[in-house]
């Protein structure tokens, strides 16, 4: 079959080998070493070795952080491990799956797989072009084997009908003259098997190549949205882009996407699981360059499709809306800020930054409480992640926050170095606590700080009783989108069906020869034989040859 | 009492006739030694044996009244001595079989009592695959007999749902927004399939090391008192059996892996990204490709290709167990 040199198969095995010179001659020259390599890397054993090889080669991406599916995990490892960590970053231990040690297993097993279908996919041509092979001469010496006398008849009518069973079942046949006066029938079937596994290999180099091209010319980029925002496919409007190596960002999909409202339903009934959320849904509206606008949902498990990217719904949290006035009461900051939810129960952490129109600079760090609990030690704590009783918290900074030098800074992250904190942790003055709708002077007469209410039709609360108070709605959403484009995706999903049939096809199919003999006896008696030989697993046959037997003499008409 | 409550009474009881069985079917291979032993000690013994074999043959082909004569080679290297019907091995089976109804009693109510499929968490997943174990275990003792395989899978079902009911079992909760899919279905439930057939070449593939031992003729198995394995089929029948086993649950696996990727795609938005479950799904189907591989490769036929479906299945139940339990990642859903 063309299979590697070291292909166990008792047909293979049967014919006459060549002499391996390759291996025998001392010297083997130029070619005969490129040859004798080559031989070694499309060989079984190769193949084997490097999928050992890469199983092995796997297992560390796991145990490590990698930078791909967890880069903050990669952070927390280099201030874990201080010593450690430079060292597996040398040998590409947070990049495993891109590394050089990984991709060259992949790669070298990918040539040996191609090296190998290449010639098997010639031979099969071959052998369904061919006829099936002469019939043995003893065929009492296959394992699978039935014979057979008829009381009449002739050898040449058997065989025959024989020839029209066999026909009938999807062999490919062939008729002898055998040299004892015998005829018979050659048959083979199952040619689909080594299709199916030429099919699978060829389909897991498609595979490769479609995962390869759309990691290449893809993106992938992250956007966090507030109620009410908008977002425009444009490079500038991301949070973050991450575009494949061929990606050309002028091709960005021109629409944009704003968020109407975001809504969460909390499990209400079963007390196992209170307050946990059982649905997400993102009302969005899209709208083309042309100005065509729709309403859409955006679930969990339901991206939107649109323009050829795709749109998921990942994260999602409250973004409070701060207003920050000088003395004189001239607003000098105003906006909703994501705040990143830190449990179940949606306690947030979230950090403001207001640059300019303050005498000085001016950071906090927030938290917001979605149902706030005062515990024992004085701390605060959410116990229902609804707006049932919002309080926000500040801790409040002053000084440089390190953002006019031009360097990008996280706007999840503040950097005290050059600040000093007025009120809250050490320095004795209470942070500052804030409901919907309430405002609060700011230290050293900075200023006034406002904690709005996002609900346009509430009351003022600043002058109610805040216990019975409805504040739903009070604390706008933010939800965060992936955005993607991966035009090979519809092609691995292709080559991913393309690989579940080759190998169905290539393990459950048998392939396998029959014969089909009749020898006139002098008596007047027909000896009719009926063998099989399989050729790679195949459970099946020596039930398979008693069939065909048992329907053969139901043919010739003779009885059970 | 609620029907989750019932769910795991009717548990507890399966595991119950678990046990019972267990110990019935490991009555069985004491029986078996013990009749290995008396063969051994009458000198004739090995003829009516071998005789025994051919009477079944012939007998089949006479069965079905053809004048046909069925020449297939036995396959057995050396003499396997044929197992005596036993009412032991009868009583074992109906207690499996009645666990059984017990065991799909408790994941029918478990669902009922969920309002969703019973495996969208670790409790429920090992319930489920278990029961996968289970079923197809006795469907394929229709077909083959697989009868002295019943002390590995009622134990290996007993370790796995003990540790199911003692350690992961939580109440019922809705399933959050990641899990609302109809993926769950289909992917959880293959995956449990393959783990499955898995388990029974497992199984297979350490009795044929084990057999394999035995027909070398090593000195240190007899020390071992394993007599029973005279009664067995031999190593090269019990590694086609395990070979037929893992290719279902390669094809199965295969399947696991793809829906995977797909709900991947859906739900966190790129279809793969090494997530370590994702990695470790991807390691056990390089195992049993390697494994699939070495079947066809001349010098790794028989042991060494047993051992990569042990590895392979071990691989199976690290990614189940420690995996899931200990590694980071997305796929948070043992609930624990
Ligand atoms: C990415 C690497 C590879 C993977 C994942 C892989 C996987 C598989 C699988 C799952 C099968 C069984 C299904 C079938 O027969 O189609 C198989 C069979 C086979 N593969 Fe591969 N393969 C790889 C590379 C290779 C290479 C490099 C060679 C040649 C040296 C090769 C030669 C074969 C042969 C001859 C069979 C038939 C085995 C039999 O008759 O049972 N494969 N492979």
Same mark, same amino acid.
């Given at each position: 079959?063309?299979?590697?040199?070291?292909?166990?198969?008792?047909?293979?095995?049967?014919?006459?080998?060549?002499?391996?010179?390759?291996?025998?001659?001392?010297?083997?020259?130029?070619?005969?070493?490129?040859?004798?390599? =080559?031989?070694?890397?499309? /060989?079984?054993?190769?193949?084997?070795?490097?999928?050992?090889?890469?199983?092995?080669? /796997?297992?560390?991406?796991?145990?490590?952080?990698?930078?791909?599916?967890?880069?903050? &995990?990669?952070?927390?490892?280099?201030?874990?491990?201080?010593?450690?960590?430079?060292?597996?970053?040398?040998?590409?231990?947070?990049?495993?799956?891109?590394?050089? =040690?990984?991709?060259?297993?992949?790669?070298?097993?990918?040539?040996?797989?191609? &090296?190998?279908?290449?010639?098997?996919?010639?031979?099969?041509?071959?052998?369904?072009?061919?006829?099936?092979?002469?019939?043995?001469?003893?065929?009492?010496?296959?394992?699978?084997?039935?014979?057979?006398?008829?009381?009449?008849?002739?050898?040449?009518?058997?065989?025959?009908? #024989?020839?029209?069973?066999?026909?009938?079942?999807?062999?490919?046949?062939?008729?002898?003259?055998?040299?004892? &006066?015998?005829?018979?029938?050659? #048959?083979?079937?199952?040619?689909?098997?080594?299709?199916?596994?030429?099919?699978?290999?060829?389909?897991?180099?498609?595979?490769?190549?479609?995962?390869?091209?759309?990691?290449?010319?893809?993106?992938?980029?992250?956007?966090?949205?507030?109620?009410?925002?908008?977002?425009?496919?444009?490079?500038?409007?991301?949070?973050?882009?991450?575009?494949?190596?061929?990606?050309?960002?002028?091709?960005? %999909?021109?629409?944009s996407l704003s968020l109407e409202s975001f809504d969460v339903t909390h499990e209400q009934k079963n007390l196992d699981a209170y307050g946990m959320p059982i649905d997400y849904a993102a009302t969005v509206t899209t709208r083309t360059q042309d100005g065509v606008t729709e309403k859409r949902t955006v679930k969990v498990n339901d991206p939107l499709r649109f323009e050829g990217t795709d749109v998921y719904l990942l994260g999602n949290g409250y973004a409070p809306t701060i207003t920050v006035r000088d003395p004189n009461g001239a607003v000098v900051f105003t906006d909703s800020i994501p705040f990143l939810p830190q449990d179940g129960n949606l306690t947030s952490?979230?950090?403001?930054?207001?640059?300019?129109?303050?005498?000085?600079?001016? &950071?906090?760090?927030?938290?917001?409480? *979605?149902?706030?609990?005062?515990?024992?030690?004085?701390?605060?704590?959410?116990?229902?992640?609804?707006?049932?009783? %919002?309080?926000?918290?500040?801790?409040?900074?002053?000084?440089?926050?390190? @953002?006019?030098?031009?360097? %990008?800074?996280?706007?999840? $992250?503040?950097?005290?170095?050059?600040?000093?904190?007025?009120?809250?942790?050490?320095?004795?003055?209470?942070? @500052?606590?804030?409901?919907?709708?309430?405002?609060?002077?700011? *230290?050293?007469?900075?200023?006034?700080?406002?904690?709005?209410?996002?609900? *346009?039709?509430?009351?003022?609360?600043?002058?109610?009783?805040?216990?019975?108070?409805?504040?739903?709605?009070?604390?706008?959403?933010?939800?965060?989108?992936?955005?993607?484009?991966?035009?090979?995706?519809?092609?691995?999903?292709?080559? /991913?069906?393309?690989?579940?049939?080759?190998?169905?096809?290539?393990?459950? @199919?048998?392939?396998?020869?029959? =014969?089909?003999?009749?020898?006139?006896? %002098?008596?007047?008696?027909?000896?009719?034989?009926?063998?099989?030989?399989?050729?790679?697993?195949?459970?099946?046959? $020596?039930?398979?040859?008693? $069939?065909?037997?048992?329907?053969?003499?139901?043919?010739?008409?003779?009885?059970? | 009492?609620?029907?989750?409550?019932?769910?795991?009474?009717?548990?507890?009881?399966?595991?119950?006739?678990?046990?019972?069985?267990?110990?019935?079917?490991?009555?069985?291979?004491?029986?078996?030694?013990?009749?290995?032993?008396?063969?051994?000690?009458?000198?004739?013994?090995?003829?009516?044996?071998?005789?025994?074999?051919?009477?079944?043959?012939?007998?089949?082909?006479?069965?079905?009244?053809?004048? !046909?004569?069925?020449?297939?080679?036995?396959?057995?290297?050396?003499?396997?001595?044929?197992?005596?019907?036993?009412?032991?091995?009868?009583?074992?089976?109906?207690?499996?079989?009645?666990?059984?109804?017990?065991?799909?009693?408790?994941? +029918?109510?478990?669902?009922?009592?969920?309002?969703? +499929?019973?495996?969208?968490?670790?409790?429920?997943?090992?319930?489920?695959?278990?029961?996968?174990?289970?079923?197809?275990?006795?469907?394929?003792?229709?077909?083959?007999?697989?009868?002295?395989?019943?002390?590995?899978?009622?134990?290996?079902?007993?370790?796995?749902?003990?540790?199911?009911?003692?350690?992961?079992?939580?109440?019922?909760?809705?399933?959050?927004?990641?899990?609302?899919?109809?993926?769950?279905? !289909?992917?959880?439930? !293959?995956?449990?399939?393959?783990?499955?057939?898995?388990?029974?070449?497992?199984?297979?593939?350490?009795?044929?090391?084990?057999?394999?031992?035995?027909?070398?003729?090593?000195?240190?198995?007899?020390?071992?008192?394993?007599?029973?394995?005279?009664?067995?089929?031999?190593?090269?029948?019990?590694?086609?059996?395990?070979?037929?086993?893992?290719?279902?649950?390669?094809?199965?696996?295969?399947?696991?892996?793809?829906?995977?990727?797909?709900?991947?795609?859906?739900?966190?938005?790129?279809?793969?990204?090494?997530?370590?479950?994702? +990695?470790?799904?991807?390691?056990?189907?390089?195992?049993?490709?390697?494994?699939?591989?070495?079947?066809?490769?001349?010098?790794?036929?028989?042991?060494?290709?047993?051992?990569?479906?042990?590895?392979?299945?071990?691989?199976?139940?690290?990614?189940?167990?420690? +995996?899931?339990?200990?590694?980071?990642?997305?796929?948070?859903?043992?609930?624990?």
């Amino acid at each position: 079959m063309s299979r590697p040199s070291d292909y166990v198969d008792a047909a293979t095995a049967q014919q006459p080998k060549k002499p391996d010179t390759a291996i025998i001659q001392p010297k083997l020259g130029f070619t005969g070493t490129v040859r004798f390599i =080559w031989r070694q890397v499309t /060989s079984m054993r190769t193949a084997l070795l490097l999928l050992l090889l890469l199983a092995i080669a /796997s297992i560390p991406g796991s145990l490590v952080p990698q930078r791909s599916s967890d880069p903050n &995990g990669v952070i927390q490892y280099f201030t874990d491990n201080p010593d450690l960590a430079p060292v597996l970053d040398n040998i590409q231990m947070f990049d495993v799956y891109g590394s050089v =040690w990984f991709s060259s297993i992949y790669l070298l097993l990918f040539i040996s797989l191609i &090296g190998c279908v290449i010639p098997r996919t010639k031979h099969h041509y071959q052998a369904m072009r061919a006829k099936p092979p002469r019939t043995p001469a003893r065929l009492e010496r296959l394992t699978a084997h039935t014979d057979i006398t008829l009381e009449g008849g002739n050898a040449g009518t058997a065989i025959e009908s #024989a020839h029209a069973l066999l026909k009938k079942s999807g062999y490919r046949t062939e008729l002898y003259q055998g040299r004892n &006066g015998d005829v018979s029938v050659s #048959a083979e079937r199952g040619y689909l098997r080594e299709t199916g596994n030429l099919l699978f290999h060829t389909s897991l180099v498609g595979m490769l190549i479609a995962v390869a091209v759309g990691g290449g010319v893809g993106y992938a980029g992250q956007r966090v949205i507030v109620e009410g925002q908008t977002f425009v496919n444009t490079l500038l409007d991301y949070s973050s882009f991450n575009p494949g190596r061929f990606y050309n960002p002028d091709n960005l %999909p021109p629409y944009s996407l704003s968020l109407e409202s975001f809504d969460v339903t909390h499990e209400q009934k079963n007390l196992d699981a209170y307050g946990m959320p059982i649905d997400y849904a993102a009302t969005v509206t899209t709208r083309t360059q042309d100005g065509v606008t729709e309403k859409r949902t955006v679930k969990v498990n339901d991206p939107l499709r649109f323009e050829g990217t795709d749109v998921y719904l990942l994260g999602n949290g409250y973004a409070p809306t701060i207003t920050v006035r000088d003395p004189n009461g001239a607003v000098v900051f105003t906006d909703s800020i994501p705040f990143l939810p830190q449990d179940g129960n949606l306690t947030s952490l979230g950090i403001v930054k207001v640059p300019d129109g303050l005498e000085k600079q001016l &950071g906090m760090i927030g938290f917001l409480y *979605p149902t706030a609990f005062e515990m024992e030690t004085g701390a605060y704590t959410s116990t229902h992640p609804d707006l049932i009783f %919002p309080l926000l918290t500040l801790n409040v900074f002053s000084g440089d926050l390190g @953002i006019d030098e031009g360097v %990008p800074k996280s706007v999840y $992250a503040l950097d005290t170095d050059k600040m000093k904190q007025l009120l809250g942790g050490d320095t004795g003055r209470d942070s @500052i606590e804030l409901m919907p709708g309430q405002s609060q002077e700011l *230290p050293d007469g900075l200023g006034t700080i406002t904690f709005e209410n996002a609900n *346009p039709d509430a009351p003022n609360t600043a002058d109610r009783d805040v216990t019975t108070t409805d504040f739903s709605g009070s604390v706008a959403r933010f939800a965060s989108f992936d955005v993607q484009q991966d035009p090979a995706q519809g092609w691995a999903l292709v080559f /991913s069906i393309l690989i579940m049939i080759g190998l169905l096809t290539s393990l459950f @199919i048998p392939r396998r020869r029959v =014969w089909i003999k009749a020898t006139d006896n %002098p008596d007047g008696t027909v000896r009719v034989q009926y063998a099989g030989l399989a050729r790679g697993e195949d459970p099946g046959l $020596a039930e398979a040859i008693d $069939a065909i037997a048992s329907r053969h003499r139901d043919a010739l008409g003779l009885q059970r | 009492m609620d029907l989750n409550e019932l769910s795991v009474l009717a548990l507890w009881s399966a595991m119950a006739m678990y046990v019972l069985a267990f110990i019935a079917f490991a009555l069985d291979l004491a029986r078996r030694s013990a009749d290995v032993t008396a063969a051994a000690n009458t000198p004739a013994s090995k003829d009516t044996s071998a005789s025994s074999l051919a009477t079944a043959q012939t007998g089949s082909a006479a069965g079905s009244g053809r004048p !046909v004569t069925t020449l297939s080679r036995p396959g057995t290297a050396s003499p396997q001595i044929p197992a005596r019907r036993s009412p032991v091995l009868r009583v074992a089976l109906a207690l499996t079989a009645l666990g059984l109804l017990l065991h799909l009693a408790a994941v +029918v109510t478990r669902g009922v009592a969920a309002g969703r +499929v019973p495996w969208a968490n670790m409790y429920e997943f090992a319930m489920t695959g278990t029961l996968m174990i289970m079923a197809i275990y006795l469907v394929v003792l229709l077909r083959m007999d697989l009868r002295f395989l019943g002390t590995f899978i009622t134990g290996l079902v007993l370790i796995l749902l003990g540790i199911a009911a003692v350690d992961f079992y939580v109440a019922i909760i809705p399933l959050p927004p990641a899990l609302q899919s109809a993926w769950l279905v !289909v992917h959880v439930f !293959v995956a449990s399939a393959a783990t499955a057939f898995f388990a029974f070449g497992f199984a297979l593939s350490v009795l044929q090391l084990v057999q394999n031992r035995r027909q070398a003729g090593t000195g240190d198995l007899k020390k071992l008192k394993l007599k029973f394995l005279a009664t067995l089929p031999s190593a090269e029948d019990l590694e086609n059996l395990a070979y037929r086993t893992n290719i279902v649950g390669f094809i199965l696996w295969t399947f696991t892996l793809i829906a995977g990727a797909i709900w991947a795609e859906r739900s966190w938005g790129r279809y793969w990204g090494w997530d370590t479950k994702e +990695v470790w799904t991807f390691i056990i189907w390089v195992i049993y490709a390697g494994y699939i591989h070495a079947r066809a490769t001349r010098g790794w036929r028989g042991s060494r290709s047993a051992w990569l479906a042990i590895i392979g299945f071990s691989a199976v139940m690290f990614n189940f167990s420690v +995996v899931n339990l200990f590694f980071k990642g997305l796929h948070a859903y043992s609930g624990l």
